[in-house]
């Protein structure tokens, strides 16, 4: 499953992020987020071009996204609470912002133009603090979007719960019962925690 948002602009600053929900050469669920560079703007047809920078490292990158980063995304688009991951693999480290913002929409009508706020969020993505990648996420783009992300987790928990079924199958696993123990409650309360 796949979605791809093209957003060039005249200042030839635009990207186009590919959110790919596949499978990896293992079987693996996994997610990866693309991301290009726009290369230019024609100024006449009012559009942009992205496929000249598709190649160019220094223009485009491919992240993964894990079931729960995904799942930190849905969280963002329902809460509107800003999400930040960090991903570090040896020396490289790449930093994901989801960020709400409010965005006036003019709705023309018989009555004359009405502004309206609608909920919108910006995704930065920036790569060893020299490559930044931004994408604006409109309200209907959100949607679509967490509907991928949520198919992207429901295929990973089947995943995870096919591969516990065949290992258990396969070792002969019998249920332990779990051990009981008899502590007292005032001994084990924690003040920090909410519950």
Known sequence: MKYTLYKPNSKNSGAAFSFDSVKDKNGKNVLFVSMIQQYSWDDKRKNGSFKENAKN?????????????????????????????????????????????????????????????????????????????????????????????KSYIHECLDANKTEYSKNNQSNNYKKKEPETKQTSVENNVED???F
């Not at 220094?58 to 329902?78: H, Q, R, V, Y």
């Not at 991903?87 to 309206?116: A, C, E, F, S, Y």
């Open 57 to 149: 490292p220094d223009k485009s990158a491919t992240i993964m996204l894990s079931f729960n980063e995904a799942g930190e995304f849905i969280s963002s688009f329902k809460s509107r609470v800003p999400f930040v991951a960090f991903h570090k693999k040896n020396d490289d480290t790449t930093i994901i912002k989801l960020t709400p913002w409010d965005k006036k929409r003019k709705i023309v009508g018989q009555d004359g133009d009405q502004w309206h706020e609608t909920p919108a969020w910006g995704i930065s993505v920036t790569r060893n603090s020299s490559q930044t990648f931004k994408l604006p996420i409109e309200a209907g783009e959100s949607e679509v979007l967490k509907e991928l992300l």
């Open 192 to 194: 920090d925690v909410p």
